[in-house]
C-alpha cells in the first residue's frame, strides 16, 4: 500500500445554516481499501461523502486525495466516481451511452470507448444489454450500469452512497456480494456510505461509525462488533442485551461489577474503570445458554421465557430477567434433538455466558448523553 492515503479528512467541519452537519471529522482511507461510513439518518455520513465528491465545501478542515488539497477543486476535477441511491440513469440513452457518458465527456476516441464500455458491463455481468433502455431494465440492472458508468473512467476513489437501498432484500445480498467482489478485482479506493448494519460487516475492510456528525469509532468489522466502545455502538451494531451496574473491584484483567438483584458480574477491562463507578455491561444474543438447571457459566442471570421465535436455522428466545429487564437470546437448531428439549414459553431457566463476553462499556450515564 502507498505511504499517502488515497483519502484524507482533517479536522473538517461542515454547517448548513446554524446547524452542525458533520463536527471535526478526521479519517484516512488506504490504497485498495473499502472503508464504510456507517450510522443512523441524519449522522453526517452523505453529507462527508459528499465533501470529499466535491459536492459540498468544508465550512472548516481540509480534504485531500492522494496528497492533493481538494478544497478548492470542483466535482469534476477530483477523479471520483459516485454511485447514488437514485442510480441517476439517463432514460433516453441506452445502458452503452450511458456508461460512455463520462468518457466522452472527457474526449475519448470513439475505438477506447467502445472497449472500455464493453470491459466495463462485462464486469458487472450486463454483456448484451448495451442497446436497452432504463425502463427496459431491472432494479439490480439499473444499479449494475450506475456502478459500470462510476468505473469505466478508472477513478481514484470510488464513492458509493446507499446504492443498493431501493432493491429487495434478495437481490440486495446478491448485489453487495458482487460489489464486494468487484471491488477487490480492481483494488479500487472505495468509500459506502450505509445504515445497514450488515451490509457494513459483510462489505468493509474498515467500518467508520457516525453519530451526531462525529465518527465514533472506527475499526474492521470484527472490532467494531466484538469489541464496541460505547453504548451507541453496542446497540447499533447487531444486538445487543444491557445490564447495568457498580464496579466492585478490579485489576490489570478483569472487573468485578455488581448488577440488579445483587448479582456479580465478571468482565474483562477492557476500559478504564474505578471501584464504585457505574457501567454498562453488553451482551451479544449468540454468546448466551439457555439451561432450565444449572448454568454453565459464571455470569448468569435467570427470567422466564416470554415468547419464542423459531426462525429455521435458529430459535430466538425473549427472557424476562427477574428485575424486569429483556434479553434476547439465539440458540443455533444443530439437530433435530434441540428443537424436542427447547424450553417453551413461561418456561423459568436461567441464561449464562462466559465471563469474556461480557462486554464492558463507559459509565452507563455518560454512553447515554
Not at 432514460?91 to 463520462?102: E, I, L, R, S
Not at 448484451?128 to 431494465?137: D, N, T, V
Request: aromatic share 6%.
Amino acid at each position: 500500500m502507498s505511504a499517502v492515503p488515497d483519502v484524507e479528512l482533517r479536522d473538517v467541519t461542515k454547517v448548513f445554516g446554524g446547524v452542525v452537519a458533520v463536527a471535526g471529522v478526521s479519517l484516512t482511507v488506504a490504497q485498495g481499501e473499502l472503508l464504510s461510513l456507517l450510522g443512523p439518518s441524519g449522522c453526517g455520513k452523505t453529507t462527508t461523502l459528499r465533501l470529499i465528491a466535491g459536492f459540498e465545501r468544508p465550512t472548516r478542515g481540509d480534504v485531500y486525495i492522494r496528497g492533493v488539497l481538494m478544497n478548492d477543486v470542483p466535482a469534476y476535477r477530483r477523479n471520483v466516481g459516485v454511485v447514488f441511491q437514485n442510480y441517476a440513469i439517463f432514460p433516453h440513452m441506452t445502458v452503452f451511452d450511458n456508461v460512455a457518458f463520462g468518457l466522452r465527456m472527457q474526449g475519448w476516441p470513439p475505438d477506447r470507448i467502445a472497449r472500455e464500455v464493453r470491459e466495463a458491463l462485462a464486469l458487472v455481468h450486463l454483456d448484451g444489454l448495451e442497446a436497452r433502455y432504463r425502463s427496459q431494465l431491472s432494479g439490480g440492472q439499473q444499479q449494475r450500469v450506475a456502478l459500470a458508468r462510476a468505473i469505466v473512467t478508472r477513478p481514484s476513489v470510488l464513492l458509493l452512497d446507499e446504492p443498493l437501498a431501493a432493491l429487495d432484500r434478495k437481490l440486495r445480498d446478491e448485489v453487495r456480494l458482487e460489489i464486494r467482489e468487484l471491488q477487490r478485482r480492481l483494488r479500487i479506493t472505495t468509500i459506502y456510505v450505509t445504515h445497514d448494519q450488515d451490509e457494513a460487516l459483510v462489505l468493509s475492510d474498515r467500518i467508520a461509525v457516525m453519530e451526531r456528525g462525529r465518527i465514533v469509532q472506527i475499526g474492521t468489522p470484527g472490532e467494531i462488533y466484538g469489541q464496541p466502545r460505547s453504548h451507541f455502538v453496542a446497540d447499533f451494531i447487531g444486538v445487543s442485551n444491557f445490564l447495568v451496574g457498580d464496579v466492585v473491584a478490579t485489576d490489570d484483567e478483569w472487573c468485578l461489577i455488581r448488577a440488579a438483584d445483587g448479582l456479580l458480574l465478571r468482565a474483562r477491562a477492557s476500559v478504564a474503570v474505578a471501584q464504585g463507578q457505574r457501567v454498562d455491561i453488553a451482551v451479544r444474543p449468540e454468546k448466551i445458554h439457555v439451561d432450565l438447571e444449572h448454568p454453565r457459566h459464571d455470569n448468569w442471570v435467570e427470567g422466564t421465557i416470554a415468547r419464542v421465535v423459531f426462525q429455521g436455522m435458529f430459535t430466538e428466545y425473549h427472557v424476562r430477567l427477574r428485575h424486569g429487564g429483556l434479553f434476547r437470546v439465539i440458540q443455533q437448531n444443530r439437530d433435530p434433538g434441540d428443537l424436542a428439549v427447547s424450553p417453551a414459553t413461561g418456561s423459568r431457566v436461567y441464561l449464562s455466558w462466559p465471563a469474556e463476553c461480557s462486554i464492558l462499556l463507559a459509565s452507563a450515564r455518560e454512553a447515554r448523553t
